[in-house]
């Protein structure tokens, strides 16, 4: 293990058991809100230790956690609970059964997957975070850039997201660990982490760009190696065979990645369009909640819904536009301008990052970045840092997920939704604190020499100074650069704890 990932496993390791330990202080000291959220009846008795695993943890439980934790329990009773897809509640009960089974007798299934929510967002943020520092370091080959924006992650914005019971903390391990997979080119490998991640939220099903993109900058890399090293027909047949195999894996790829979302539907379909439950093998007062709330549920005796008579008949489509009313402009309401403002940061931050990358390489942009990959202006090496050209592809995924959020999704979650999913805002972020900083003595431009300070004791290496800790207690005399980036994570941070653990409205 490395100095810098010790590092950031050390503060990454403490931003998580302060987060626990703030939601429930904060739970406790703040009243619930009355939220017309999902909150299904307690229908297992109680046992001994119950009530201080619900006093310690159950501001973990709120929002679209409760959504999760209900399906880990019940499965898939309510229609609308299929918005939420099953890795995670297939994570949470697999602990509650095998690691936390001792405890059986003094916590019940709830109990047990509150436990797990807490240790297994514990261990999957910490995963993720090694994860983001390997992508980072590979991607932008900047050891300091890679460090600070790594730190970043752990002071994310959407810090309560990647501890309560969400899929956010599963997800980003998935993918940033697939994506630094496909970077080293373990193609396979890379597919079944990103096929993974798509069984843990939908929007897995955007990472086939990099399928698509990545390989074929290594295809174009082998023709133009081809062309100058054989001749004749061995070079024809050498064309064919880059094409044919760049075809079959982006093909065999996406079928890969795409196949537990499309698995996940056809269960969907099968639950409700041709139903084998009836209403008398439902607890009754889930029964009762479902006919209060209009919550259908499958029955084999009655009539399937509209949606299954539709040519494509995809639940998930037909909750997000029935349930949550998603849809292209829909959120663009005047008494939506207060969660607008709340996506703002991370909007900003996302257009900061399209536009300076475009800035600094327009003709690689034009270029879909295919023809420039291994020089850059004149120079050997491409420059290593933000602008580096394999970064491209990422600006790309940050700004498809950035317009889809802000035109087609409740911006609000447009924050947890990008945090979890890209890296660029961390790397924007961090790229834009070591440019304008002046008490990290940072360059204009990217070189491998400038290392984080390194203490030295008794001759020994040491772990380096984390750049976080060491600008907050002179924030004041901060850049206004540093002073927004690190205000925007820090409050964000700490908001999204006392808010959302009160099931008051957040991000």
């Known amino acids: ?3 810098d990932v010790r590092a950031v496993l050390e503060f990454a390791t403490v931003t998580r058991g302060l987060s626990l330990f703030l939601q429930a202080v904060l739970n406790a000291a703040i009243p619930d809100h009355d939220a017309d959220a999902f909150k299904p009846p307690r229908t297992e008795e109680p046992l001994y230790l119950d009530s201080a695993v619900e006093w310690l943890l159950g501001g973990l439980s709120h929002w679209d956690a409760e959504h999760f934790l209900f399906i880990a ?3 898939y009773l309510y229609e609308h609970n299929f918005a939420f897809f099953p890795l995670f509640p297939v994570v949470l009960r697999g602990m509650a059964e095998t690691l936390l089974w001792p405890l059986s007798s003094w916590l ?11 240790l297994g967002n514990t261990a999957l943020f910490l995963l993720s975070v090694v994860a983001l520092h390997a992508l980072s370091r590979s991607v932008l080959q900047d050891r300091r850039l890679a460090l600070l924006s790594s730190l970043l992650y752990c002071v994310t914005p959407a810090n309560v997201f990647m501890t309560a019971g969400y899929s956010e903390s599963l997800f980003a391990a998935l993918t940033f660990g697939g994506l630094f997979l496909l970077e080293k080119g373990f193609t396979f490998r890379a597919c079944l982490a990103l096929s993974i991640a798509t069984a843990a939220r939908s929007n897995g099903l955007v990472n086939i760009g990099f399928l698509l993109y990545l390989p074929s900058l290594h295809a174009i890399s082998q023709i133009r190696v081809y062309r100058t090293t054989t001749k004749g ?7 064919i065979w880059a094409i ?3 075809l079959l894996t982006s093909l065999l790829g996406t079928a890969i990645i795409a196949l537990p979302f499309c698995a996940f539907q056809y269960y969907g379909y099968r639950t409700f369009c041709t139903p084998s439950v009836s209403l008398e093998r439902i607890h009754p007062e889930l029964l009762s909640l479902g ?5 259908r549920v499958p029955d084999e005796n009655g009539p399937p819904p509209l ?6 008949p995809l639940l998930y489509s037909h909750i997000q536009d029935v349930y949550w009313d998603v849809g292209f402009l829909r959120y663009f309401e005047l008494r939506q301008i207060p969660n607008f403002i709340l996506a703002l940061p991370m909007a900003t931050l996302g257009v900061m990052a399209a536009y300076a990358y475009f800035q600094a390489n327009p003709e690689l942009c034009l270029r879909l970045g295919l023809w420039e990959t291994g020089v850059h202006k004149g120079h050997d090496k491409p420059i290593p840092g933000f602008f580096n050209p394999r970064v491209f592809v990422y600006i790309v995924h940050s700004t498809v997920l950035l317009v889809f959020g802000t035109l087609c999704m409740h911006v609000q979650v447009l924050t947890r939704f990008m945090a979890s999913s890209s890296p660029v805002p961390f790397w924007i972020s961090a790229h834009l604190i070591l440019l304008n900083e002046p008490l990290l003595h940072r360059r204009k431009t990217s070189t491998p020499n400038i290392q984080l300070q390194t203490h030295f004791r008794n001759g020994c290496k040491h772990t380096p100074q984390n750049p976080i800790i060491a600008l907050l207690p002179h924030f004041t005399t901060c850049s206004p650069t540093t002073q927004s980036i690190l205000g925007y994570f820090l409050s964000y941070w700490v908001l999204g704890l006392a808010l959302h653990c009160n099931f008051l409205p957040w991000t």
């Open 291 to 295: 006919e209060r709330k209009g919550y």
């Open 108 to 118: 019940s299934v709830r109990g047990r997957l509150l436990v797990a929510v807490a």
């Open 1 to 3: 293990m490395t100095m």
């Open 244 to 246: 044919i195999r760049l």
């Open 233 to 239: 027909h061995n070079k024809v047949f050498h064309y």
């Open 73 to 75: 329990e019940r499965g």
């Open 307 to 312: 949606w299954c008579m539709r040519p494509l």
